[in-house]
């Protein structure tokens, strides 16, 4: 029997949802922040380093280096593999319904497109919304490969990607090892105009700047995207091999994940965020962007140990399901937190809200992202106590169905 679209098209109800997911997703949205507090406070997206006064002292030294070490290109690839996996799972139950799958998943995608392009032309340049949409759409055409042949261009493209950087950062390692110009940047004119516009108290000023600086970020975006690719068919492949949904079956390959990907990706990044601190200190530029460009390679491998590692816990440890509630109530609403995390933090510190650049070390940014992730968690809590979703999930899946969806929840009657 044939269903009708505006039937059965409907998003996935409250106990069609995989609590590990939205927990991994509440503590990835820490991780982003946590990385992200550095363009926040430093007011230019483009600016990849902290400058070198910022790190005049020891345990600033030590905050940056253990950002750098754990958190630096391990989150945005978990983000990217929630997209694929979530992609993976509401696409397979869309068709489970008889409903025409890749025309709800398209539109779901074209909002996602629009919040991410008015998020990075009007609030913070940072957005990886628009990235994350582009990858999904390519994932239209890839989500009826096996697994097996997705798990064969996971390989290929880490590759492909893996020599490309690695070749990049050996040439930079080489130029600076011939006493190249220490002082390398390629965005330094742009950056220092960013900060002097967002410094201002005009957000119009500053709005000016961040249409050419939003255009930019396409530039720096190149490094980035094949990793977010990868990590989205990584995803796509757990959807499809069932693994989240069926945690106790697959916790030997979690294992495995978490033991190869947890010491390797650690050692490896360590080793990274040794040499990119030593280099900023030192002032060279050149050095510190070659070691930068190996975070990129290395990044998702701790980010693999982290899910891996995470998956097992949540299979093995029973108790980590009421611990971490309150986390996964902040990951059901991660569009919202997101981009509230722009607004709160671009009032923080642009011109135009309170100016607090300059003021905040790295070690305040640290507490300060853990303050704003901790309220974020109590009110998602609070939100859901009422509301089945997140203000912008409500959005999003308003506009995807094309009916308005009912928001609050409802009353239990007492007959």
């Known amino acids: 029997m044939a269903y009708s679209y505006e039937y059965d098209a409907r998003p996935v109800g409250e106990g069609e949802r995989i609590e590990v997911l939205d927990a991994l997703r509440g503590i990835a949205l820490l991780g982003i922040l946590m990385v992200n507090m550095a363009a926040f406070k430093g007011l230019s997206t483009l600016e990849q380093f902290p400058r070198v ?17 754990f958190f630096q290109t391990k989150f945005y690839p978990i983000f990217a593999f929630l997209f694929g996996l979530g992609f993976a799972l509401q696409i397979g139950r ?12 398209l539109r779901r995608l074209l909002v996602l497109l629009l919040i991410g392009a008015l998020h990075g032309l009007f609030l913070w340049t940072g957005d990886v919304l628009l990235l994350y949409a582009l990858c999904g ?27 490309c950087c690695l070749g990049f950062a050996g040439m930079s390692f080489w130029w600076a090892s011939q006493g190249a110009d220490g002082g390398f940047d390629p965005f ?48 796509l492949y757990f959807g499809k091999r069932g693994i989240f949904e069926r945690l106790s079956e697959h916790r030997g390959l979690l294992a ?5 990907g947890l010491p390797l990706g650690m050692a490896l990044n360590i080793w990274y965020a040794t040499g990119l601190s030593n280099s900023l200190r ?55 937190n997101y981009l509230t995390q722009s607004v709160v933090c671009t009032l923080l510190f642009y011109g135009y809200g309170l100016g607090l650049h300059d003021r905040v070390s790295i070690v305040q940014g640290v507490v300060l992202t ?46």
Do not use: C
């Open 53 to 69: 006064e910022s790190l005049a002292q020891p345990v600033n030294q030590y905050a940056y280096w253990f950002i750098q070490a």
């Open 137 to 163: 759409m390519l994932l239209l055409l890839l989500d009826r490969l096996s697994a097996s042949v997705v798990l064969y261009l996971v390989l290929g493209l880490w590759g492909a990607h893996a020599f």
């Open 370 to 415: 853990v303050l704003i992730w901790g309220v974020q968690v109590v009110l998602s809590t609070l939100w859901l106590r009422q509301f089945q979703y997140g203000p912008m999930e409500w959005l999003w899946r308003s506009l995807t169905y094309g009916r308005r969806m009912a928001l609050r929840r409802a009353r239990e009657t007492v007959s």
């Open 256 to 260: 495995l994940l978490a033991i190869v």
């Open 188 to 235: 330094t004119v742009y950056v220092e105009q960013g900060r002097q516009a967002y410094a201002q108290s005009s957000y119009w000023v500053a709005q000016q700047f961040r249409f050419r600086e939003w255009a930019l970020m396409f530039i720096n975006a190149v490094f980035f995207v094949p990793n977010a690719l990868m990590m989205f068919l990584v995803g």
């Open 94 to 105: 869309l068709r489970a319904r008889g409903t025409p799958a890749t025309k709800i998943m």
């Open 282 to 336: 030192a002032g060279d530029e050149l050095l510190a962007y070659a070691w930068y460009t190996l975070s990129i390679v290395f990044g998702p491998i701790l980010a693999i140990g982290y899910i891996g590692a995470f998956g097992w816990l949540w299979a093995t440890v029973g108790a980590l399901r009421s611990v971490l509630a309150p986390v996964a109530a902040a990951g059901r609403m991660a569009l919202t």
